[in-house]
């Protein structure tokens, strides 16, 4: 996808440009943490670094607040898109794209660095073993020798700020675009308009369902075995679905593949 949007001219619009990052963020995303799951289970080793731990835990969590806000941008490209097509070029100027994008990378990090900093300077005096595949904090939380309802609860405040905030600006985004395509007179472009936001909108569930299943209950309502079994679904399925959602489902993609990969077969032959 990152490919695709960079070299077909076509595809550089504010729409893909915010796609190719969120790509990226998946792409790096599964980096932080396949890798070394899979390094773990196929030696037998059970073990890593705190530094490793620590880097692990940073880009996830960057990763999974950043992806959130990118999700909230798209979702507004595509209102403004479909609700306001003439103040499209005004108001997702090639300026404002990078504003969000630059914007979402920002706030993921910082917030992941506040987070990874306070995690790894409480102390730890139980068993190091981790309930879990990979440094998930709150998975961490249970090991400390200090009570931790104080981090507990920072950890659910910003997560409802990266989590429900966002999706409300989606469910709002997308309550508009509906009733727009439901009143347009032409065929064509009520199909392609519910296409693409259908699209998004799997996205969206498959981000938003685990995470909030996990993060936004108390640790008393949660077991790791569900901890582990939903972060499947947003450390490996989600990242390496979207992709493959984006490009069946949009005839854009779909061309820009043929264009570009039609060219280098026969540029082989």
């Not at 550089?12 to 990052?21: A, G, K």
């Not at 289970?41 to 530094?51: D, E, N, P, R, V």
């Amino acid at each position: 996808m990152i490919h695709l949007i960079h070299v077909d001219p076509r595809l550089h619009t504010p729409m893909y440009f915010l796609l190719s990052q969120l790509s990226l963020m998946d792409l790096m995303d599964v980096s932080a943490i396949v890798p070394k799951m899979a390094f773990n289970f196929l030696s037998g080793q059970k073990s890593i670094t705190f530094l490793g731990c620590g880097a692990q835990a940073f880009f996830f969590m960057t990763m999974a607040g950043s992806e959130g806000l990118l999700l909230a941008s798209m979702a507004y490209d595509r209102f403004v898109a479909i609700c306001h097509p003439l103040h499209y070029p005004i108001r997702m100027s090639k300026t404002m794209c990078l504003k969000m994008i630059i914007g979402s990378w920002a706030l993921g990090s910082i917030n992941s660095l506040a987070h990874t900093i306070y995690a790894f300077h409480i102390p730890y005096c139980h068993s190091r073993s981790i309930n879990h595949f990979f440094c998930d904090v709150p998975a961490m939380l249970p090991l400390a020798c200090m009570d931790t309802w104080v981090y507990e609860y920072m950890v659910f405040v910003s997560t409802s700020l990266f989590l429900p905030l966002p999706f409300l600006g989606i469910t709002a985004s997308y309550g508009r675009v509906l009733f727009a395509v439901f009143h347009m007179h032409s065929k064509e472009g009520r199909k392609k308009a519910f296409t693409t936001c259908s699209t998004h909108l799997t996205v969206v569930t498959f981000y938003y369902a685990p995470f909030a299943y996990t993060y936004l209950r108390p640790r008393s309502f949660r077991t790791p075995t569900e901890d582990k079994i939903l972060a499947v679904f947003y450390t490996m399925l989600t990242p390496m679905l979207n992709p493959i959602i984006y490009s069946l489902r949009n005839s854009e993609v779909l061309g820009a593949m043929a264009r570009v990969f039609g060219t280098l077969s026969f540029m082989k032959t």
